[in-house]
């Protein structure tokens, strides 16, 4: 498949000299350039063998993209929008089924198997799969989850990367569409007249300027240096809750049951209230919020998330008594409530436009309202809307000279469980992990420059240790190019030993003895096999026991972020 680019916003026309309905296109920059320059080329089908584990069906073959319109859409269980669009999407596909239509969603590597959990619940109704190494979503240029592409009769990407609001319009273009018509829109799309008519570059069309397509057309996109530059109100020491301020969300928007109407929560600063019917400061808090909610409309997104301790039968009923201005969520599971730990309600938690928590706290606190509105001011997307500019719905990206901050990567979850450890590391970065050992049994220091590092405390009197090694060993042949194991023995036992045992058994991973067990001292190991993973930056990504059956999906994902790391986030 050639590589792809494109302008921010366009406009298609739907035949010779007819207007159609604009299509808005995501992106920027190089990127989008090439995905513009895909655009109207034959969609390379071969990428789909890159496609595993199907759900809600046997498979989308090379037929199936030919013989009809396809809706592509990618996927990641840590991005709220993957969920919100989902039932968009099914209605498209019953809408237009019998004309032709097909979709799918591909899911990034990383992060499948938690992804499943929402497939089996029927939040994803369409047919998904798992993208190996995310090399389908690469080869399309995928970068902000969901995007969505189409694909005409011709089997020709005719839309790459659009908006959510421009997706009805696009499928009943070319669900009109014959595959004659398709080809033909491929060949005007040769010409300057034809590219400048379908939005993929500047130019006169009828009835408007180039600086009113400008205006009209071009989405702003908002640098993750200005979020990074706000005035933040300061963070609150005093919370019922884990503490995630300044830090991404814990966990998507997407396993609740909406109790009210949907809302958008797109360009909004969003504010989740954890609550019950049964507690009193929750309902005393209520009106607070409903002021907020009134005079913010168009700024905030307010969602009160009840299950603790209640069915959501109670919470309706309760609900019929009472005026709403804001919106309420039912999660039986607690999704969110455990992933923030919530030890007592209310609690509210206040989240930017970037997904990333602001402030937290019970909103009794005095100054909630003043945070509230000062989090509004400050936030980059809410400001740029007020003044009237049309922003670029995407994961916030750096200015020019800016580094990215790798907290925008998606790293894996850390681990909460029992580390066998008494030192927490993950998320530190380790000073010369490598420093004071002595290389054995054939092994040589290895060049860990651009690599992810797996660090491995065992001995040879571990039975478990020695039933992780082949593991070990098989994730180091299969993530050759990405990775770097390290077993590092030393406990308790001598030099003599460990090697006289790696003479008998085979192993691809580098060995290393540490007669002063300096690092195994740092972190306080109680208990091995223990594993530490490193990212190329030096930071710990996850530590714990490898013999759960998560533990190379948990490896996959930092090698995936990493490469992200390494490109430039």
Request: charged share 25%.
């Amino acid at each position: 498949m050639r590589g792809l680019i494109l302008g921010a916003a366009a406009l298609t026309l739907a035949g010779a000299g007819a207007l159609a309905a604009p299509v808005e296109r995501e992106g920027r920059g190089e990127r989008r350039e090439a995905l513009n320059a895909a655009e109207a080329n034959p969609f390379d089908t071969s990428l789909l063998a890159f496609l595993r584990d199907w759900r809600n069906s046997d498979g989308i073959t090379a037929d199936d993209i030919d013989s009809g319109v396809v809706v592509l859409v990618t996927l990641d269980v840590a991005q709220p929008g993957s969920m919100i669009v989902a039932p968009m999407i099914k209605r498209l596909e019953q809408k237009y089924a019998d004309q032709g239509l097909t979709v799918f969603g591909v899911h990034r590597d990383a992060g499948w198997d938690k992804f499943q959990q929402h497939i089996d619940s029927g939040m994803i109704p369409f047919p998904v799969a798992r993208d190996s190494y995310d090399r389908l979503r690469k080869a399309i240029q995928a970068d902000n989850d969901p995007d969505i592409y189409l694909i005409d009769r011709a089997g020709q990407l005719r839309y790459a990367d659009i908006a959510n609001a421009s997706v009805k319009d696009a499928v009943a273009e070319l669900i009109d569409e014959t595959a004659e018509h398709a080809r033909g829109e491929a060949q005007r799309r040769t010409t300057t007249e034809g590219r400048i008519a379908a939005g993929l570059e500047r130019g006169q069309r009828q009835g408007a300027s180039e600086a009113g397509d400008e205006t009209r057309n071009r989405g702003i996109p908002i640098p993750a240096a200005m979020y990074r530059k706000a005035d933040w109100p300061e963070h609150n020491g005093r919370l019922s809750a884990s503490d995630f301020q300044g830090k991404a969300m814990p966990a998507p928007l997407g396993s609740e049951k909406w109790l009210t109407d949907k809302v958008s929560t797109q360009g909004k600063v969003i504010i989740l209230d954890f609550w019950a019917t049964w507690c009193g400061p929750c309902i005393r808090a209520g009106p607070t919020l409903d002021k907020l909610q009134k005079t913010n409309r168009d700024e905030l997104a307010i969602l009160a998330i009840s299950g603790s301790g209640e069915n959501a039968g109670v919470v309706k009923k309760y609900l019929r008594k009472k005026q709403h201005s804001y919106s309420y969520l039912h999660d039986d599971k607690q999704t969110l409530n455990n992933a923030f730990g919530v030890r007592g309600i209310p609690h509210t938690v206040v989240i930017s436009t970037d997904g990333v928590v602001r402030w937290q706290g019970n909103p009794l606190n005095r100054d909630f309202t003043k945070i509230v509105k000062q989090i509004i001011k400050q936030d980059p997307v809410v400001q740029a809307r007020k003044r009237g500019q049309t922003v670029a719905y995407d994961e916030p990206t750096t200015a020019e000279g800016d580094e990215a901050p790798t907290s925008e990567l998606a790293w894996p979850e850390h681990n909460a469980g029992k580390l066998h450890a008494d030192n927490d590391v993950q998320g530190e970065r380790l000073d010369s992990p490598l420093s004071g050992l002595r290389w054995i049994a054939g092994s040589q220091r290895p060049n860990t420059e651009d690599k992810v590092v797996v660090l491995d405390f065992w001995a040879t009197w571990c039975g478990p240790c020695k039933r992780f090694s082949p593991r070990l060993s098989a994730m180091q042949k299969k993530f050759s190019d990405d990775v770097v194991a390290i077993a590092i023995a030393g406990q308790n036992e001598k030099v003599q030993v460990v090697e006289e045992y790696l003479d008998t058994v085979d192993h691809a991973y580098v060995n290393a003895y540490d007669s002063s067990q300096r690092l195994y001292k740092k972190i306080g190991v109680a208990g091995i096999p223990h594993v530490v993973i490193l990212s190329s930056d030096g930071i710990v990504r996850w530590q714990g026991f490898p013999g759960n059956e998560d533990f190379e999906n948990i490896l996959e994902q930092i090698i995936i972020a990493d490469r992200a790391l390494r490109a430039g986030g």
